[in-house]
């Protein structure tokens, strides 16, 4: 039970980390679809620029979710399906470089996950505090009646055929009405705008957050703080919701604006607010949200924009180097799934993988063993005794380091020293499986670690099994990757 506890744990830890770092490139790619999306609707409704841009917050989320969900389960119900993702994406490993560097990553993943999981926690606890901090209003702690005013939003509230009663509160402590809660709402109007504002300008505040209520923007506000909570690393998400909350004030605007009948009186409502200093939280709507003077410019003379072609030539190379860059992506997206444990609480990973050279040949992997990961790093070379043709079947070599008398042990000065690397390697295997030669073709940087796994696979303790052609074994060569790995 504890094993399989610890996999499900190694499993979730892989996919989580995995999804966060294809999310930098993915995250790029949604960003400048949305972006050109935005730039051809540059005419078009609000509405219609709002859910374009929700759509790219949402696809933001849902794919790495999804991700984490797929690399999850198969890591933990199917080894088959992980040896075969492994086997298609080792057609597209070109780079050593960029070998490395997934390597290094998945050295690294568990910091990885471990300070996003850190930063998502202080993130949540900071939501939460601003929930508490509002909830104090709406729960009456806060803020005092007036009965002038309250009949006036309910005067207003009529026009948008609003299902539940909006409260009015007015405050000391807040300097632009806000709305809060969706079930029970709530505006929150500050002292200074009931005696400073003409009440025909503060009657158009009031209609603008009123928007905001028959929209439930709250609760879409809420969500989208949620999203970007989880995401909190990537510009994108940060700039589309940005894109979001403009074009959710240019609405709101539009609604007012229309039940008003007086665009230039929310216009002109809007320019008192803007002489003001504003502290309100991001977590309630506020009628100062967006650009304020944009904002009144669009009400008082909307103008057609014209396209700009340096942006859109912009957009789509980045786009057009994102769908390169997503062709040919040179990181394993699941990679030491299973991972086996080595005497001195030190964890070391193998792999091995297959890919036919000077042929068209398709090569079929055999099934790994539980205790070994697959990585599409390595090559294997079967002897080219007999011209092959396309009816050959070809399995690929294989050197299993979890199997007894291959798993070398970790050297005690390394350990002291806290060595940590890969050591690529290229074994040569006889027909009946044994080890005949072993060369370092990339060092891990540290010569102990390099030699014991050398030292290891040519004690004879330790057999390989060759490659078959045509169900024949056959002399080979596979290139492993040994992974040294403190716990």
């Known amino acids: 039970m504890s094993f399989d506890l610890n996999n499900a744990l190694i499993s979730m830890i892989n996919a989580i980390g995995w999804a966060l770092i294809h999310f930098v490139w993915q995250g790029i790619l949604i960003a400048v679809i949305t972006a050109v999306l935005l730039l051809f609707c540059r005419n078009a409704r609000a509405q219609t620029r709002y859910f374009i841009a929700c759509l790219g917050l949402i696809f933001c989320f849902l794919i790495p979710a999804w991700q984490v969900s797929q690399a999850f389960h198969a890591g933990v119900d199917s080894l088959d399906a992980l040896t075969n993702m492994g086997t298609q994406y080792a057609t597209t490993v070109r780079e050593s470089s960029l070998r490395d560097i997934g390597s290094w990553l998945q050295i690294n993943i568990n910091n990885i996950v471990f300070y996003w999981s850190l930063i998502v ?168 949200g967006g650009n304020l003077m944009s904002r009144i410019k669009r009400l008082i003379r909307p103008e057609v924009q014209s396209i700009n072609w340096k942006s859109a030539v912009t957009a789509v190379g980045i786009a057009a180097a994102c769908v390169g860059l997503a062709a040919n992506a040179a990181i394993p997206t699941i990679s030491q799934q299973h991972s086996n444990l080595v005497p001195n609480s030190v964890q070391s990973t193998a792999s091995d993988s297959f890919v036919e050279k000077d042929s068209t040949h398709s090569a079929e992997i055999e099934n790994l063993s539980p205790d070994q990961t697959s990585q599409p790093m390595s090559e294997t070379t079967l002897s080219k005794s007999k011209v092959r043709s396309d009816k050959d079947v070809i399995v690929a070599a294989r050197v299993n380091f979890a199997k007894t008398g291959c798993t070398p042990e970790y050297p005690r000065e390394a350990l002291r020293n806290e060595s940590q690397g890969i050591s690529r390697i290229l074994v040569s295997l006889s027909a009946k499986g044994r080890i005949e030669q072993v060369i370092v073709k990339k060092s891990s940087g540290f010569p102990l670690l390099d030699d014991a796994v050398k030292n290891q696979l040519l004690s004879g303790k330790c057999t390989g099994k060759p490659g078959t052609l045509n169900g024949k074994p056959q002399a080979s060569e596979i290139q492993v990757e040994y992974v040294w790995k403190l716990d």
């Open 121 to 288: 926690g202080l993130l949540g606890l900071r939501l939460s505090l601003g929930l508490w901090w509002l909830r104090g209003y709406a729960q009456g702690q806060r803020g005092t009646a007036n009965v002038y005013w309250q009949q006036q939003l309910d005067r207003l509230a009529q026009s948008f055929v609003l299902p539940n009663r909006v409260v009015l509160r007015v405050v000391q402590d807040l300097e632009s009405p806000i709305t809060i809660g969706w079930l029970r709402p709530m505006i929150l109007v500050p002292a200074s705008l009931i005696t400073g504002m003409t009440p025909a300008h503060l009657e158009a505040l009031l209609a603008h957050e009123l928007a905001h209520i028959a929209r439930y923007d709250y609760l879409v506000n809420f969500i989208q703080n949620v999203i970007e909570m989880f995401l909190f690393f990537h510009p994108a998400v940060w700039w589309i919701s940005k894109k979001i909350r403009n074009e959710r004030e240019n609405i709101a605007d539009d609604l007012a604006a229309s039940m008003l009948g007086e665009p230039r009186r929310l216009a002109l409502a809007l320019q008192e607010l803007e002489l003001l200093q504003f502290t309100t939280p991001q977590l309630a709507q506020a009628a100062h």
